[in-house]
């Protein structure tokens, strides 16, 4: 991991001119920077010593970082990585993003040839663990195809290397937890499955009469529901159940409570949307979003998440203290349905943030109003970013590494092509699961 000495580096040669200002950079605060590269644990402060305008010293006279940095490797790499971490208002870092992204990064393969050896790296690195994700997806595989739902369920989706790319994705930092991503992926194709049923399957009266058997979590309430949605209420209850116990097997505390009461929020927004469908009228984009913060499930997964890491008893955070993190999450990734993620084989309509913009703003065009939904997911990343450091708790550091990776892993799940296909993320399943890293 680089160390703070190793941004300023990146700035060459005029580092001498930046740290006498460094806290006046944009508002970035030199703590950040410690904890971004590790060089440190404890917040600490330089105090700025005069007027200073580095950002107008080390950029040409455009106001932009000068071209001859690209030979500086990994100085650029740095102040790339930095770039993403970077709050509201932190216009430098903005500005390095783009200039790293844009002008240098496709590049550097090229002028520096470190691309092979660097692959090779990671080659070695992904196989390490590669075993152990083969044999989680076969465990998760099983579970699924032992509660027969894909058989019984024509129109839902049945895609598990998808579903699990998500909890491996998320929980990539540490090969060891194999039993919290199984679960975590369990839960997940709940999610999916739940959605489906919403979205394309369900009448509104029988979603209305499965939200209210959710909210009431009794076993009971399957009577009340018709056949084909008995099946999942059951796989719902048995999996939050179970990995409810084991939880309090683990760590000494039963989650079930806030377990519950997160698919009661989830269903209770697919409600929502249900009747925003029936009523063929689009809600307002403030409305939609903050339904659609709960309805992506991502806060189903964050609060499994969350216990199944061990957080929760008295040793260490209360789920309460880490909401505003949850919060920001899912408000990142709530927004990267940008229109035209409609999943193959789905004829479901649930709208999305730039469609109900547009009819806000009447006269906006498609593409300005996809413009604006960017431009809200890179706020949104901003206050994810701080956010995380806010959280000072030890306890809290494996939640906060975990709601990076969701929200990094979001958009890769959306990056539909004209075939409604993810052509992307079928590599990305093909090379971290299926050994095809040749």
Known sequence: MASCNGLSHSFFPCSSKIRPGFARIGKIEPAR????????????????????RPHQDCPGKDGRFRRNLSQDIRGLMELYEAAQLSFQGEYILDEAARLTRK????????????????????????????????????????????????QKLKLVRNQ???????????????????????????????????????????????????????????????????????????????????????????????????????????????????????????PTADKYLENAKVSTGVYVVLVHLFFLLGLGNGDTIPLNDVSQLIQCSYSSSSLDDLGSAKDEHQDGRDGSYPECYRKDHRGLSVAQARDHAIDTIASEWKNLNKECFRLYHLSASSLK???????????????????????????YVKFMLLNHTT
């Open 33 to 52: 920077l410690v904890s971004m590269y590790g060089a440190g644990k404890q917040k600490w402060s330089i105090q700025a010593s005069g007027p200073s």
């Open 103 to 150: 002008d240098f990064l496709q590049d550097l393969e090229g002028i520096n040839g470190w691309g092979k050896t660097l692959r090779e790296l990671a080659l070695m690195d992904l196989r390490k663990g590669q075993s152990v994700y083969q044999g989680e997806l076969a465990q998760v595989s099983k579970w699924w195809n032992e509660l027969g739902l894909a």
């Open 160 to 282: 598990l290397p998808k579903w699990y790319t998500w909890s491996m994705s998320i929980l990539i930092d540490d090969f060891s937890l194999s039993l919290q991503r199984v679960a975590l992926t369990k839960s997940i194709a709940i999610v999916y499955l739940i959605d489906d049923i919403f979205d394309v399957v369900g009448t509104l009266d029988e979603l209305t009469i499965f939200t209210e058997a959710v909210n009431k979590w009794d076993y009971a309430a399957v009577d009340t529901l018709p056949d084909y949605m008995k099946m999942c209420y059951l796989a719902l209850l048995d999996t939050t159940n179970n990995i409810g116990r084991e939880i309090c097997k683990r760590h000494g505390h039963d989650p079930i409570d806030s377990l519950k009461a997160s698919w009661g929020t989830l269903c209770s927004a697919f409600l929502v949307e249900a009747k925003w469908l029936a009523s063929g009228d689009l």
């Open 401 to 427: 590494r975990a709601s990076l990776n969701l929200a990094r892993i979001t958009p890769l799940m959306y990056d539909y092509d004209d075939n409604q296909r993810l052509p992307v993320l079928e590599e």
